[in-house]
């Protein structure tokens, strides 16, 4: 909170009483003093509803109420007082736009309110189709995206990747959390200032505190098959949608929290827990065994506990522990994978023990540290013994799934310092601060029955798809691997109040990565394994970067109304991935890293391999190494914008932002260089209508390395710099976005964007990826030639209105552009490999995405209780717009099928059909 008092000819007034108080503030109202220009700041704020008092002898005190701060923003709040002998005191209500006039972030806050009053999938992709700028390639529907995954996996204008997640500051984004908790979400998509390190969007969930009043909330959802219509068109059944049912079969969402003193203004308490049920049919997954469909359902259970001690008056310290089991027995299920060749999870995952201790050093110099732990710990099971097999042309799969055991953990630490002074009559606000971690990533993989995949490659017209024998592969399971990530930054920046309408941001932070490898081996016992133990190697490059960061603000008219805004950034580092690093890192070479050699097969189980059947050879054992002058990769931004306050609770704001990769690597296969492809083959491309024989035919070029060629089948690779130019992707977004904070019985959050990517492909390596520009060693690639640029749009809608009796209704839409999808052509080559060639990369789009949802409520209120009955309606439009297909040529080309997914919505090719949810919630 910042600001001026001033007299009432606009004058500074010096030494007056500033005292910022809230429910959210432990230990009673924060007080400081104007300086010598009037100026007041009070940090290390938690988010919530404010009153700002100003008091100074011989004038009126002045209250000013209803102020909202959110996470990570600075509220400007100035006190005009007024002379009165009597001292009388004068209470108004705070008429300030919520426009941060001392950041160009831009993003959104989603506090509790509005994750609790709008209708969404309550989890980190159904969040996501919501926000301003982010545009998810996968869309929930009444929580079909539950337990999938753990990002959101969207585009962040235009850009995708690199996210940052953090959970009451820990850095970890492998987590499911329970979104009952959360007292504000705070979203950043651009103009990050110099604290920030990720050029990905960065989200930040807030886990709720305890108070000096007790207060608690139960929750109970129900929605079952029931209540869901159907929106499998007789056009879908015609296009190959495979006849099984895509109902929920059911879904629960049953949580409870309680929080309030242990030690009135001293000690408080927040403890909750959460279960999340979900559970659907995929259409076409089915028991083998049976062969009937099987429910697919993922099941959440999420314990939460958090303390709030302050020590002193100035000292708090602040304990978190959130847990998460996850069950999902069917992960990777899709209509061409049955139950028995799934994968069995059951993982535990951890964000804490996290300490946070905060220090208020003086009036204006504060100080907070942390240090916590996160991790999980994720075995997957096979349901069968039967060996592995897969039919190369259709994706059916059998048998058994990996079977292994992940077990990463991360140690992190963090602190900040900031000092508010004045130098030369302009107020600085002079923030530094550091953050790390260490993290390693353990793997015990076990196998396959045989350690062998079995594949075959059928044709048109197979009764059978597993009787056409292709190739095998030959792993050296069972294996150990570890490998670890340290990375370490420091930031400082300093906030210029140059004059009253204009501040300066000027920063500049550090980001260090390192990585090596522990002690580890193959113990040598698998049938194809080799014994060997490597020793620990720290030897690896270290990425050391400087990333300068200023913005301007201009409060246009002076009284925070308008406001124009312009950013630069450098982002140096990555997200919050176990093994993310701003370059390649020691695991992308490790040793012990499986090794997969891929045989001719003439269908012999198990195979003994034969050296003169290899087709390929990749993994461990080999000469894999990391260029030591490999430079740290990243990105520069550029934003420009104008934040409008058309009044109190309404602002409009207009961004453009333009984003261009830099730097970057790409591996050299050392033993089959770009002359070593000399067998040359052709097959036949039967162009867009998928038959051979018409005018639309083509010839399709495949190459590879002979056989006596002297380093076939070695593994001899360099990861090294990309070249100027190369894999330098350029974007620009436009975004306008209306927010209206709920007053007066309603809220809004409206937006448009549109984004464009023009891509910069890396040189060829080979002839494959110089005759297919968007093909890579012979393996599907999403990248697109530089001549095809990407641009989508996308509208946001969410709201709530409020009707007499208390009831309230609220609403979701989402309307987005489809991606783009490429066709693609197998063809084999002289060593009988099955090539997939993207003859082109953007074959076609599917169409807009366009999704509705609903809420009524109705609330019961006697004296501190509540009861609130909801029904929400997900889908209201029963779209069935197809968002997958196969993009293969052959039988199944075009059809509206999804190969596997790790939930329920990305192994559905069409959105769920709408369905409605029960659900009551009571308050104290």
Do not use: C
């Amino acid at each position: 909170m910042t600001g001026r008092a001033l007299d009432s000819s606009g004058g500074v007034l010096p030494g007056v009483e500033v005292a910022v108080s809230s429910p959210a503030l432990i230990g009673g109202a924060r007080t400081t003093f104007t300086d010598a220009q009037g100026a007041y700041r009070v940090t290390q704020l938690p988010s919530g509803d404010y009153r700002v008092t100003f008091k100074l002898s011989g004038f009126k005190t002045l209250n000013v109420d209803a102020i909202r701060l959110d996470v990570g923003a600075t509220m400007t709040i100035n006190g005009a007082l007024q002379i009165d002998a009597l001292s009388e005191e004068v209470t108004v209500i705070s008429d300030k736009p919520v426009i941060d006039l001392q950041a160009t972030t831009v993003g959104v806050n989603w506090d509790d309110k509005q994750m609790e009053d709008l209708p969404y999938g309550r989890g980190i992709r159904g969040l996501a189709r919501l926000v301003p700028g982010l545009s998810p390639t996968q869309f929930d529907v009444g929580g079909n995206t539950v337990g999938g995954s753990t990002t959101t996996g969207a585009r962040n204008y235009g850009r995708s990747g690199q996210e940052l997640i953090k959970f009451d500051g820990v850095v970890w984004d492998q987590f499911f959390g329970d979104y009952n908790t959360y007292e504000q979400v705070q979203i950043s998509a651009a103009a990050k200032g110099a604290e920030a390190q990720s050029p990905g969007v960065t989200l930040s969930f807030v886990i709720k505190s305890g108070s000096n009043k007790m207060s608690g909330m139960y929750l109970a959802a129900w929605q079952d098959g029931a209540f869901q219509g159907s929106n499998v068109t007789p056009e879908l059944r015609r296009q190959g949608f495979d006849p099984g049912n895509n109902k929920f079969t059911r879904y629960n969402d049953f949580s409870a929290d309680l929080g309030g003193p242990i030690l009135r203004d001293r000690l408080w308490f927040y403890a909750a827990y959460g279960h999340n049920y979900s559970g659907l049919f995929i259409p076409g997954f089915i028991s083998e065994k049976t062969g009937e469909q099987v429910e697919y359902f993922t099941r959440l259970d999420n314990p939460t506990l958090k303390l709030t001690y302050q020590m002193s008056q100035n000292n708090k310290v602040e304990l978190s522990q959130q847990l998460n089991r996850k069950w999902q027995p069917y992960r990777n299920a899709s209509r061409f994978v049955p139950l028995e060749a799934t994968q069995n999870q059951i993982a535990w995952t951890a964000i804490g023990p996290a300490a946070k201790f905060t220090r208020i050093l003086s009036n204006k110099m504060a100080f907070d540290a942390g240090f916590n732990r996160s991790g999980y710990w994720w075995p997957d099971l096979a349901w069968t013994r039967d060996v592995r097999t897969i039919d190369l042309t259709t994706t059916e799969t059998r048998g058994a799934f990996l079977e292994l055991r992940r077990e990463p953990v991360r140690w992190g630490y963090n602190g900040t310092y900031s000092w508010f002074t004045n130098i030369r009559n302009m107020n600085h606000e002079v923030k530094s601060g550091f953050l790390g971690y260490r993290s390693t990533n353990h793997v015990e993989t076990y196998g396959y029955p045989n350690q062998q995949i079995y594949r075959y490659r059928s044709v048109s017209g197979d009764p059978n798809v597993f009787t056409r024998p292709d190739s095998v592969q030959v792993f050296d399971y069972p294996n150990d691997t570890n490998s670890g990530v340290n990375f370490n930054s420091w930031f400082v920046n300093d906030m210029i109040t140059l004059t009253r309408q204009v501040t300066l941001n000027a920063g500049v932070r550090f980001d260090r990565y390192s990585s090596w490898l522990p002690e580890q081996g193959n113990p040598g016992t698998g049938p194809f394994a080799e014994k060997n133990l490597y020793p620990e190697n720290r030897n690896f490059p270290v990425y050391n970067a400087w990333s300068p960061r200023l913005s301007l603000i201009y409060d246009l008219t002076g009284n925070g109304r308008v406001a124009l805004k312009t950013s630069y950034g450098r982002y140096a580092a990555s997200g919050s991935g176990v093994s993310a690093s701003s370059g390649p890192v020691a695991a992308d070479v490790n040793p012990a890293a499986t090794r997969t050699t891929t045989y001719r097969w003439n269908g012999q189980i198990p195979y003994v391999p034969n050296p003169a059947d290899v087709q390929s050879v990749s993994g461990g054992r080999g000469d894999r190494r990391l260029d030591p002058h490999l430079k740290p990769e990243g990105m520069d931004e550029y934003t420009g914008g104008v934040d409008l306050g058309i009044n109190r609770d309404l602002t409009v704001r207009l961004n453009l932002v333009r984003k261009r990769d830099w730097g970057g690597s790409k591996e050299l296969d050392l033993a089959q260089p770009f002359e070593s492809f000399t067998d040359r083959r052709t097959g036949i491309d039967p162009g867009r209508d998928n038959i051979v024989g018409t005018a639309d035919d083509g010839i399709v070029e495949v190459w590879s390395v002979p056989r006596s060629y002297p380093t076939f089948g070695q593994v001899i690779r360099l990861t090294t710099a990309t070249e100027p130019g190369e894999g330098e992707d350029r974007y620009w977004a436009f975004e306008s976005t209306a927010s209206k904070r709920y007053s007066s019985g309603w809220s809004l959050l409206a937006s448009y964007s549109i984004d464009r990517r023009d891509v910069r492909n890396i040189r060829p390596r080979n002839p494959n990826e110089a005759r297919y520009p968007q093909s890579t060693d012979g393996v599907l690639s999403t990248i697109f030639p530089p001549e095809l640029p990407q641009v989508y749009q996308g509208a946001r809608l969410s709201g709530t209105y409020e009707l007499p009796s208390n009831i309230l209704i609220a609403s979701t839409f989402t309307a987005q552009q489809g991606e783009y999808f490429p066709r693609i052509v197998q063809a084999p080559n002289a060593l009988n490999q099955l090539v997939d060639v993207v003859v082109e990369g953007q074959a076609g789009r599917y169409d807009w995405v366009r999704l509705l949802d609903l809420r009524v409520s109705k609330t019961f209120i006697k004296g501190k209780h509540s009861f609130e009955g909801m029904f929400d309606v997900f889908n209201l439009t029963n779209t069935s717009v197809v968002l997958r297909r196969i993009t293969v040529n052959g039988p199944n080309y075009l059809k509206p099928l999804a190969t596997s997914g790790i939930d329920a919505a990305s192994a559905n090719p069409i959105p769920a059909p709408r369905i409605f949810r029960l659900s009551a919630r009571y308050r104290f």
